[in-house]
């Protein structure tokens, strides 16, 4: 059975860096898109990036863009969210989804597309 399993969580100061890691493993098909997603206390649940695993095209929430990258590696059994300028409001729990055997729309910024979740890391920015 697959699973995703996420890492590279922290705690960091306003304007530093953090760098995470979603592994999927035990799958014996590629995905068809994965997106980080994040949940603050208290607070919706919301997409941060996604990026079709195929084409490689990535699409990312405006409240991230130009300092969040998200990248797969060649084989595509691992997704990274490279974050940068981290502000206090990115502090959140930060999940990793796929979409295995379902049809991906759009920018791909929607929780309805995944049906496979890790379990979260927690990201701190301190001011």
């Known amino acids: 059975q697959g699973r995703l399993v996420e890492s590279g969580g922290g705690s960091v100061q306003t304007g530093g860096s953090l760098r995470l890691t979603c592994v999927a493993s035990g799958y014996t098909y590629n995905s068809n898109a994965v997106a980080w997603f994040r949940q603050a206390p208290g607070k919706e649940r919301e997409a941060v990036a996604a990026i079709y695993t195929s084409a490689g095209t990535t699409n990312y929430a405006d409240s991230v863009k130009g300092r969040f990258t998200i990248s797969q590696d060649n084989l595509k059994s691992t997704v990274t969210l490279q974050m940068t300028s981290l502000k206090p409001e990115d502090t959140a729990m930060y999940y990793c989804?796929?979409?295995?055997?379902?049809?991906?729309?759009?920018?791909?910024?929607?929780?309805?597309?995944?049906?496979?979740w890790g379990q979260g890391t927690q990201v701190i920015v301190s001011s």
């Open positions: 989804a796929a979409a295995y055997g379902r049809i991906v729309r759009g920018t791909g910024l929607a929780a309805e597309f995944y049906n496979h």
